[in-house]
Protein backbone atom coordinates (compact mmCIF):
# COMPACT_ATOMS: atom_id res chain seq x y z
CA UNK A 1 0.00 0.00 0.00
CA UNK A 2 1.70 3.10 -1.06
CA UNK A 3 2.10 5.82 1.60
CA UNK A 4 1.24 9.09 0.76
CA UNK A 5 4.16 11.50 2.41
CA UNK A 6 3.71 15.14 2.59
CA UNK A 7 5.84 17.29 3.10
CA UNK A 8 6.09 20.36 5.20
CA UNK A 9 7.66 23.41 3.82
CA UNK A 10 9.17 25.89 6.53
CA UNK A 11 9.07 29.45 5.13
CA UNK A 12 10.80 31.77 6.92
CA UNK A 13 9.66 34.56 8.36
CA UNK A 14 8.53 37.69 6.34
CA UNK A 15 11.06 40.69 6.78
CA UNK A 16 9.07 43.77 7.36
CA UNK A 17 10.31 46.36 4.61
CA UNK A 18 10.74 50.11 4.90
CA UNK A 19 7.54 50.67 3.72
CA UNK A 20 5.70 48.43 5.72
CA UNK A 21 7.16 50.01 9.27
CA UNK A 22 6.03 53.86 7.47
CA UNK A 23 2.80 52.19 7.03
CA UNK A 24 2.44 51.16 10.23
CA UNK A 25 3.76 54.03 11.59
CA UNK A 26 0.87 55.97 9.65
CA UNK A 27 -2.03 53.89 10.95
CA UNK A 28 -0.29 54.86 14.57
CA UNK A 29 -0.43 58.30 13.83
CA UNK A 30 -3.84 58.32 13.10
CA UNK A 31 -5.38 55.90 15.36
CA UNK A 32 -4.11 58.41 17.63
CA UNK A 33 -5.58 61.61 16.28
CA UNK A 34 -8.88 59.81 16.54
CA UNK A 35 -8.43 58.55 19.98
CA UNK A 36 -7.52 62.19 20.64
CA UNK A 37 -10.71 63.68 18.51
CA UNK A 38 -13.02 61.16 20.74
CA UNK A 39 -11.73 62.67 23.76
CA UNK A 40 -12.10 65.98 23.13
CA UNK A 41 -15.75 65.82 23.48
CA UNK A 42 -16.76 65.04 19.50
CA UNK A 43 -17.73 61.36 20.42
CA UNK A 44 -20.98 63.11 21.08
CA UNK A 45 -22.13 62.68 17.64
CA UNK A 46 -21.80 58.97 17.97
CA UNK A 47 -24.56 59.29 20.45
CA UNK A 48 -22.57 59.45 23.53
CA UNK A 49 -24.07 63.33 24.47
CA UNK A 50 -24.22 62.85 28.17
CA UNK A 51 -20.09 61.53 28.12
CA UNK A 52 -19.11 63.94 26.23
CA UNK A 53 -20.84 67.15 28.25
CA UNK A 54 -19.31 65.51 31.36
CA UNK A 55 -15.37 65.77 29.94
CA UNK A 56 -16.05 68.86 29.35
CA UNK A 57 -17.27 70.18 32.58
CA UNK A 58 -14.08 68.11 34.21
CA UNK A 59 -11.52 70.23 31.94
CA UNK A 60 -13.55 73.36 32.38
CA UNK A 61 -13.53 72.84 36.26
CA UNK A 62 -9.48 71.66 35.87
CA UNK A 63 -8.83 75.00 34.28
CA UNK A 64 -10.52 77.04 37.11
CA UNK A 65 -9.05 75.19 40.18
CA UNK A 66 -5.59 75.85 38.44
CA UNK A 67 -6.49 80.00 39.86
CA UNK A 68 -7.07 77.92 43.33
CA UNK A 69 -3.59 78.54 45.34
CA UNK A 70 -4.32 76.62 48.51
CA UNK A 71 -0.85 77.14 49.47
CA UNK A 72 -0.81 81.46 49.40
CA UNK A 73 0.58 82.95 52.53
CA UNK A 74 -1.24 81.85 56.20
CA UNK A 75 -4.45 81.22 56.46
CA UNK A 76 -6.69 80.53 59.20
CA UNK A 77 -8.40 77.19 57.82
CA UNK A 78 -6.34 74.02 56.87
CA UNK A 79 -6.10 73.58 53.67
CA UNK A 80 -9.05 71.29 53.14
CA UNK A 81 -11.69 73.07 54.27
CA UNK A 82 -10.80 75.98 51.72
CA UNK A 83 -10.94 73.28 49.49
CA UNK A 84 -14.16 72.34 50.86
CA UNK A 85 -15.47 75.79 50.89
CA UNK A 86 -14.33 75.80 47.19
CA UNK A 87 -16.55 73.09 45.56
CA UNK A 88 -19.58 73.98 47.83
CA UNK A 89 -19.22 77.46 46.23
CA UNK A 90 -19.11 75.93 43.13
CA UNK A 91 -22.22 73.87 43.72
CA UNK A 92 -24.06 76.53 45.11
CA UNK A 93 -23.50 78.29 41.87
CA UNK A 94 -24.87 75.51 39.88
CA UNK A 95 -21.36 75.15 37.69
CA UNK A 96 -21.42 71.70 39.12
CA UNK A 97 -24.25 69.80 37.70
CA UNK A 98 -26.02 66.92 39.55
CA UNK A 99 -24.97 63.63 38.24
CA UNK A 100 -21.67 65.56 37.12
CA UNK A 101 -18.17 63.17 37.38
CA UNK A 102 -15.53 65.20 39.69
CA UNK A 103 -12.17 64.51 38.77
CA UNK A 104 -10.26 61.77 40.26
CA UNK A 105 -8.29 62.42 43.58
CA UNK A 106 -5.24 61.97 42.12
CA UNK A 107 -6.02 64.48 39.50
CA UNK A 108 -6.61 67.20 41.99
CA UNK A 109 -3.69 66.44 44.44
CA UNK A 110 -1.62 66.96 40.94
CA UNK A 111 -3.99 70.25 40.03
CA UNK A 112 -3.65 71.82 43.22
CA UNK A 113 0.36 70.35 44.11
CA UNK A 114 -1.41 69.14 47.59
CA UNK A 115 -1.56 65.77 48.98
CA UNK A 116 -3.93 63.42 48.57
CA UNK A 117 -5.16 62.92 51.78
CA UNK A 118 -5.85 66.56 51.65
CA UNK A 119 -8.21 66.54 48.88
CA UNK A 120 -9.46 62.94 50.66
CA UNK A 121 -10.39 64.94 53.32
CA UNK A 122 -12.41 67.46 51.84
CA UNK A 123 -14.46 65.12 49.27
CA UNK A 124 -14.96 63.27 52.67
CA UNK A 125 -16.68 66.42 54.20
CA UNK A 126 -18.96 66.90 50.77
CA UNK A 127 -19.94 63.36 50.70
CA UNK A 128 -21.25 63.73 55.14
CA UNK A 129 -23.37 66.48 53.95
CA UNK A 130 -24.98 64.42 51.22
CA UNK A 131 -23.89 66.57 48.16
CA UNK A 132 -21.78 63.99 46.07
CA UNK A 133 -21.07 60.19 46.24
CA UNK A 134 -18.60 58.03 45.41
CA UNK A 135 -18.98 54.70 43.50
CA UNK A 136 -16.31 52.39 43.90
CA UNK A 137 -14.59 51.68 40.85
CA UNK A 138 -16.16 54.42 39.18
CA UNK A 139 -15.29 57.93 40.92
CA UNK A 140 -17.17 60.63 42.39
CA UNK A 141 -20.38 62.45 41.19
CA UNK A 142 -22.06 65.39 42.09
CA UNK A 143 -25.54 64.30 43.98
CA UNK A 144 -28.54 64.12 42.30
CA UNK A 145 -30.11 65.81 44.85
CA UNK A 146 -27.77 68.31 45.37
CA UNK A 147 -29.67 71.49 44.83
CA UNK A 148 -32.80 70.38 47.47
CA UNK A 149 -30.39 69.91 49.86
CA UNK A 150 -28.51 73.35 49.05
CA UNK A 151 -31.80 75.03 49.40
CA UNK A 152 -32.96 76.61 52.45
CA UNK A 153 -35.07 79.00 53.73
CA UNK A 154 -38.91 79.86 52.16
CA UNK A 155 -39.74 78.22 48.65
CA UNK A 156 -40.74 81.69 47.57
CA UNK A 157 -39.72 83.51 44.43
CA UNK A 158 -39.85 87.59 45.05
CA UNK A 159 -40.66 89.76 42.18
CA UNK A 160 -38.86 93.41 42.61
CA UNK A 161 -41.07 96.03 40.36
CA UNK A 162 -40.82 99.66 39.99
CA UNK A 163 -44.23 100.13 40.61
CA UNK A 164 -47.39 97.56 40.55
CA UNK A 165 -50.49 99.16 39.66
CA UNK A 166 -49.79 101.17 36.67
CA UNK A 167 -48.96 100.00 32.94
CA UNK A 168 -48.10 96.74 32.33
CA UNK A 169 -46.79 95.50 35.95
CA UNK A 170 -50.20 93.77 36.80
CA UNK A 171 -49.75 91.34 33.96
CA UNK A 172 -46.15 91.14 34.64
CA UNK A 173 -47.42 89.93 38.40
CA UNK A 174 -50.53 88.03 37.25
CA UNK A 175 -48.13 85.93 34.56
CA UNK A 176 -45.61 85.33 37.21
CA UNK A 177 -47.72 84.45 40.37
CA UNK A 178 -49.36 81.56 37.37
CA UNK A 179 -46.07 79.82 37.14
CA UNK A 180 -45.14 80.44 40.93
CA UNK A 181 -48.08 78.11 41.47
CA UNK A 182 -47.37 75.44 38.59
CA UNK A 183 -44.14 74.46 40.81
CA UNK A 184 -45.80 74.68 44.00
CA UNK A 185 -43.87 77.92 44.92
CA UNK A 186 -45.52 80.84 46.66
CA UNK A 187 -44.86 84.77 45.12
CA UNK A 188 -44.46 87.98 46.68
CA UNK A 189 -44.44 91.57 45.25
CA UNK A 190 -41.86 94.07 46.47
CA UNK A 191 -42.57 97.83 45.22
CA UNK A 192 -39.10 100.05 44.74
CA UNK A 193 -41.39 103.15 43.65
CA UNK A 194 -38.63 103.64 41.49
CA UNK A 195 -36.18 104.27 43.87
CA UNK A 196 -32.64 102.91 44.21
CA UNK A 197 -31.57 103.01 48.04
CA UNK A 198 -35.43 101.26 47.95
CA UNK A 199 -34.57 98.42 46.21
CA UNK A 200 -31.54 98.16 48.25
CA UNK A 201 -33.53 98.09 51.35
CA UNK A 202 -35.61 95.57 49.70
CA UNK A 203 -32.83 93.46 48.79
CA UNK A 204 -31.58 93.31 52.34
CA UNK A 205 -34.86 91.91 53.46
CA UNK A 206 -34.96 89.19 50.61
CA UNK A 207 -31.77 88.00 51.99
CA UNK A 208 -32.17 87.85 55.46
CA UNK A 209 -35.47 86.15 54.18
CA UNK A 210 -33.51 83.64 51.95
CA UNK A 211 -35.99 83.50 49.66
CA UNK A 212 -35.78 80.80 46.78
CA UNK A 213 -35.27 82.81 43.99
CA UNK A 214 -35.72 86.61 42.72
CA UNK A 215 -36.67 88.03 39.74
CA UNK A 216 -36.25 92.03 39.26
CA UNK A 217 -37.19 95.08 37.49
CA UNK A 218 -34.15 97.09 37.78
CA UNK A 219 -34.83 100.54 39.10
CA UNK A 220 -34.87 102.53 35.46
CA UNK A 221 -34.25 105.88 37.63
CA UNK A 222 -30.32 105.15 38.16
CA UNK A 223 -27.98 102.24 37.47
CA UNK A 224 -28.53 99.62 39.85
CA UNK A 225 -25.30 98.79 41.95
CA UNK A 226 -23.86 95.76 41.20
CA UNK A 227 -23.01 94.51 44.96
CA UNK A 228 -27.43 94.86 45.11
CA UNK A 229 -27.66 91.82 43.24
CA UNK A 230 -24.12 89.99 43.55
CA UNK A 231 -25.23 89.55 47.36
CA UNK A 232 -27.91 87.73 46.30
CA UNK A 233 -25.66 85.58 43.87
CA UNK A 234 -23.43 85.09 46.77
CA UNK A 235 -25.76 83.15 48.95
CA UNK A 236 -27.02 80.52 46.34
CA UNK A 237 -30.11 82.78 45.32
CA UNK A 238 -31.19 82.76 41.83
CA UNK A 239 -31.68 86.05 40.16
CA UNK A 240 -33.18 87.01 36.74
CA UNK A 241 -33.23 90.35 35.08
CA UNK A 242 -36.42 91.61 33.95
CA UNK A 243 -36.38 94.52 31.06
CA UNK A 244 -32.58 95.72 31.56
CA UNK A 245 -29.41 93.78 33.14
CA UNK A 246 -27.31 95.19 35.93
CA UNK A 247 -23.53 95.05 34.86
CA UNK A 248 -21.16 93.64 36.00
CA UNK A 249 -23.04 90.46 37.63
CA UNK A 250 -24.33 87.82 35.25
CA UNK A 251 -27.95 86.20 35.34
CA UNK A 252 -30.81 85.40 32.71
CA UNK A 253 -32.33 88.43 31.13
CA UNK A 254 -35.68 88.55 29.98
CA UNK A 255 -35.12 91.99 27.61
CA UNK A 256 -37.32 94.44 26.15
CA UNK A 257 -35.66 95.63 22.59
CA UNK A 258 -36.20 99.28 23.66
CA UNK A 259 -34.80 100.96 20.78
CA UNK A 260 -37.06 98.57 18.70
CA UNK A 261 -39.85 99.71 20.45
CA UNK A 262 -39.65 103.62 19.18
CA UNK A 263 -39.04 102.12 16.19
CA UNK A 264 -42.27 100.22 16.23
CA UNK A 265 -44.09 104.01 16.70
CA UNK A 266 -42.09 105.69 14.27
CA UNK A 267 -43.54 102.93 11.73
CA UNK A 268 -47.09 103.47 12.25
CA UNK A 269 -46.93 106.74 12.09
CA UNK A 270 -44.83 107.07 8.78
CA UNK A 271 -47.66 104.70 7.15
CA UNK A 272 -50.19 107.21 8.37
CA UNK A 273 -48.45 109.99 6.54
CA UNK A 274 -46.81 111.59 9.47
CA UNK A 275 -43.63 113.25 8.82
CA UNK A 276 -43.40 115.38 11.87
CA UNK A 277 -43.97 114.25 15.62
CA UNK A 278 -43.13 114.45 18.89
CA UNK A 279 -41.97 112.40 22.07
CA UNK A 280 -43.01 112.81 25.50
CA UNK A 281 -41.65 110.80 28.50
CA UNK A 282 -42.75 111.21 32.36
CA UNK A 283 -38.56 110.89 32.96
CA UNK A 284 -35.71 110.71 31.70
CA UNK A 285 -33.84 106.91 31.70
CA UNK A 286 -32.35 104.26 29.35
CA UNK A 287 -35.52 102.78 28.16
CA UNK A 288 -36.96 106.61 27.10
CA UNK A 289 -34.13 107.74 25.73
CA UNK A 290 -33.99 104.27 23.45
CA UNK A 291 -37.48 104.94 22.55
CA UNK A 292 -36.96 108.84 21.21
CA UNK A 293 -33.45 107.04 19.51
CA UNK A 294 -35.57 104.49 17.70
CA UNK A 295 -38.50 106.87 17.16
CA UNK A 296 -36.10 109.04 15.30
CA UNK A 297 -34.26 106.81 13.09
CA UNK A 298 -37.53 105.61 12.22
CA UNK A 299 -38.88 109.13 11.19
CA UNK A 300 -35.45 109.96 9.17
CA UNK A 301 -35.62 106.65 7.36
CA UNK A 302 -39.30 107.74 5.92
CA UNK A 303 -38.51 111.14 5.72
CA UNK A 304 -40.00 112.61 8.45
CA UNK A 305 -38.47 114.38 11.61
CA UNK A 306 -38.18 114.06 15.18
CA UNK A 307 -37.11 117.91 16.16
CA UNK A 308 -35.16 118.48 19.66
CA UNK A 309 -37.82 120.96 20.49
CA UNK A 310 -40.47 118.01 20.18
CA UNK A 311 -38.83 115.89 22.72
CA UNK A 312 -39.72 116.44 26.13
CA UNK A 313 -37.93 114.47 29.44
CA UNK A 314 -39.70 115.09 32.40
CA UNK A 315 -38.22 116.12 36.57
CA UNK A 316 -37.00 112.97 37.68
CA UNK A 317 -39.10 113.96 41.10
CA UNK A 318 -42.74 113.86 39.73
CA UNK A 319 -43.29 110.58 39.62
CA UNK A 320 -47.23 110.82 40.68
CA UNK A 321 -49.49 111.46 37.78
CA UNK A 322 -50.95 114.92 39.37
CA UNK A 323 -47.47 116.12 39.45
CA UNK A 324 -46.67 114.64 35.78
CA UNK A 325 -49.80 116.66 34.71
CA UNK A 326 -49.02 120.34 35.51
CA UNK A 327 -45.62 119.71 33.78
CA UNK A 328 -46.79 118.16 30.62
CA UNK A 329 -49.74 120.79 30.17
CA UNK A 330 -47.81 123.77 29.14
CA UNK A 331 -45.28 121.72 27.34
CA UNK A 332 -48.20 120.01 25.05
CA UNK A 333 -49.93 123.95 25.18
CA UNK A 334 -46.93 125.77 23.44
CA UNK A 335 -46.48 122.87 20.86
CA UNK A 336 -49.95 122.58 19.99
CA UNK A 337 -49.46 126.42 19.29
CA UNK A 338 -46.64 126.46 16.89
CA UNK A 339 -46.70 127.23 13.56
CA UNK A 340 -45.66 123.98 12.03
CA UNK A 341 -46.85 121.71 14.90
CA UNK A 342 -46.35 117.86 15.44
CA UNK A 343 -48.80 115.66 14.00
CA UNK A 344 -48.52 112.61 15.79
CA UNK A 345 -46.94 112.17 19.61
CA UNK A 346 -45.02 109.14 21.07
CA UNK A 347 -45.75 108.17 25.13
CA UNK A 348 -43.33 106.60 26.54
CA UNK A 349 -45.90 104.18 28.73
CA UNK A 350 -49.16 103.31 28.51
CA UNK A 351 -50.52 105.94 31.74
CA UNK A 352 -48.93 108.61 30.44
CA UNK A 353 -50.57 108.43 26.81
CA UNK A 354 -53.85 108.24 28.62
CA UNK A 355 -52.82 111.40 30.35
CA UNK A 356 -52.25 113.41 27.15
CA UNK A 357 -55.05 111.92 25.31
CA UNK A 358 -57.68 113.81 27.96
CA UNK A 359 -55.09 116.59 27.84
CA UNK A 360 -55.15 117.29 24.19
CA UNK A 361 -59.08 117.52 24.51
CA UNK A 362 -58.96 119.80 27.01
CA UNK A 363 -56.51 121.94 24.73
CA UNK A 364 -59.44 121.80 21.77
CA UNK A 365 -57.74 119.14 19.82
CA UNK A 366 -59.41 115.92 18.54
CA UNK A 367 -58.16 112.77 19.07
CA UNK A 368 -56.85 111.40 15.85
CA UNK A 369 -58.32 114.11 13.65
CA UNK A 370 -56.16 116.71 14.62
CA UNK A 371 -53.19 115.26 15.87
CA UNK A 372 -52.55 111.56 16.56
CA UNK A 373 -50.81 109.66 19.62
CA UNK A 374 -49.26 106.04 20.25
CA UNK A 375 -47.84 105.07 23.37
CA UNK A 376 -46.34 101.72 24.97
CA UNK A 377 -47.55 99.36 27.15
CA UNK A 378 -48.77 95.67 28.21
CA UNK A 379 -51.08 93.80 26.04
CA UNK A 380 -53.28 93.26 28.34
CA UNK A 381 -55.71 95.87 27.06
CA UNK A 382 -58.43 96.59 29.87
CA UNK A 383 -59.55 100.23 30.64
CA UNK A 384 -62.17 102.58 29.23
CA UNK A 385 -59.58 104.57 27.65
CA UNK A 386 -56.87 102.25 27.52
CA UNK A 387 -58.30 99.90 24.89
CA UNK A 388 -59.18 102.81 22.99
CA UNK A 389 -54.86 104.03 22.91
CA UNK A 390 -53.11 102.75 19.41
CA UNK A 391 -49.79 101.52 21.52
CA UNK A 392 -46.89 99.41 20.81
CA UNK A 393 -47.35 96.29 23.23
CA UNK A 394 -45.11 93.22 25.08
CA UNK A 395 -46.72 90.55 26.49
CA UNK A 396 -45.58 90.90 30.48
CA UNK A 397 -47.69 87.85 31.38
CA UNK A 398 -45.36 85.79 28.98
CA UNK A 399 -42.57 87.58 30.36
CA UNK A 400 -43.43 87.19 34.02
CA UNK A 401 -44.01 83.15 33.50
CA UNK A 402 -40.69 82.94 31.69
CA UNK A 403 -39.09 84.58 34.97
CA UNK A 404 -40.33 82.09 37.18
CA UNK A 405 -39.65 79.28 35.23
CA UNK A 406 -36.26 80.68 35.07
CA UNK A 407 -35.53 81.03 38.69
CA UNK A 408 -36.76 77.46 39.22
CA UNK A 409 -34.92 75.35 36.39
CA UNK A 410 -31.70 77.24 38.81
CA UNK A 411 -33.08 76.22 42.18
CA UNK A 412 -33.40 72.76 41.06
CA UNK A 413 -29.89 72.75 39.68
CA UNK A 414 -31.35 72.35 35.80
CA UNK A 415 -29.66 76.05 34.62
CA UNK A 416 -26.37 77.60 36.45
CA UNK A 417 -26.60 80.51 38.73
CA UNK A 418 -24.67 82.52 36.29
CA UNK A 419 -25.90 81.52 33.43
CA UNK A 420 -26.12 84.82 30.29
CA UNK A 421 -28.88 83.28 28.23
CA UNK A 422 -30.36 86.29 27.10
CA UNK A 423 -34.72 85.98 25.85
CA UNK A 424 -35.61 89.36 23.46
CA UNK A 425 -39.23 89.67 24.33
CA UNK A 426 -41.13 90.17 20.80
CA UNK A 427 -43.44 92.96 20.27
CA UNK A 428 -46.73 93.89 18.09
CA UNK A 429 -48.98 97.23 17.86
CA UNK A 430 -52.11 97.13 19.49
CA UNK A 431 -54.74 99.15 16.83
CA UNK A 432 -56.70 101.36 18.72
CA UNK A 433 -58.55 104.32 17.79
CA UNK A 434 -55.75 107.27 18.22
CA UNK A 435 -53.56 106.83 15.25
CA UNK A 436 -55.39 108.38 11.89
CA UNK A 437 -54.07 110.17 8.95
CA UNK A 438 -52.06 113.36 9.28
CA UNK A 439 -54.15 116.44 8.66
CA UNK A 440 -52.83 117.82 5.38
CA UNK A 441 -51.76 121.05 6.72
CA UNK A 442 -51.38 120.65 10.59
CA UNK A 443 -50.79 124.57 10.70
CA UNK A 444 -54.02 125.63 9.63
CA UNK A 445 -55.74 123.62 12.19
CA UNK A 446 -53.86 125.03 14.91
CA UNK A 447 -56.37 125.88 17.22
CA UNK A 448 -55.58 129.55 20.21
CA UNK A 449 -56.21 127.81 23.24
CA UNK A 450 -57.58 129.91 25.62
CA UNK A 451 -55.04 131.01 29.04
CA UNK A 452 -57.97 130.45 31.24
CA UNK A 453 -58.62 126.35 29.79
CA UNK A 454 -54.75 125.79 30.17
CA UNK A 455 -55.62 126.99 34.31
CA UNK A 456 -58.83 125.01 34.95
CA UNK A 457 -56.85 121.99 32.89
CA UNK A 458 -53.92 122.42 35.82
CA UNK A 459 -57.11 122.32 38.71
CA UNK A 460 -58.11 119.09 37.12
CA UNK A 461 -55.47 116.55 39.00
CA UNK A 462 -56.65 113.04 39.27
CA UNK A 463 -55.27 111.51 42.41
CA UNK A 464 -52.04 110.08 43.06
CA UNK A 465 -51.01 107.41 41.19
CA UNK A 466 -47.74 105.36 41.06
CA UNK A 467 -45.03 106.60 38.96
CA UNK A 468 -44.06 104.43 35.87
CA UNK A 469 -40.78 103.83 33.83
Known amino acids: MARLCVAQVHTPPHESSTEDRFGNFLKGVLYFRIAVWYCSGYYDLYGCPELANGWKMQKTMERSLRHLDLHQGEHAHPKHERLKSYLLAELTAGRLRPGQALPSEQRLADVLR ?10 AGLEHDGLIRRVQGKGTFVDEQVRRRLCRGLDVFALVVPATRTGYYPSLQHGFETACKKVHNQMIVCCTENDLAKQGDLVLQLLDKEVGGVAIVPAPSGATPPYQIRQLRERGIPVVYCHRRVERVQAPLLAIPFRQVGRLAGKALLEHGHRRVAFLAGQRSDATEAYAAGLREAMQSGGGNLPEEFVYFGDPGCREIAQQEKAILPVLRQMCQMADRPTGIMASFDSEAELIYLLLGQLGLKVPEDISRVGFGGRWREGAILRRLTSVTVD ?45 QAHTRTRQVPLELCHTAMQDANQPHEGQV
Not at 114 to 123: E, F, M, W
Not at 418 to 428: H, I, K, N, W
Open 396 to 440: EAELGRRAAELLHEMRIGDRPLDDAEEVVMPLRLAEGQTLGPAPE
Open 114 to 123: IARTTVRQAL
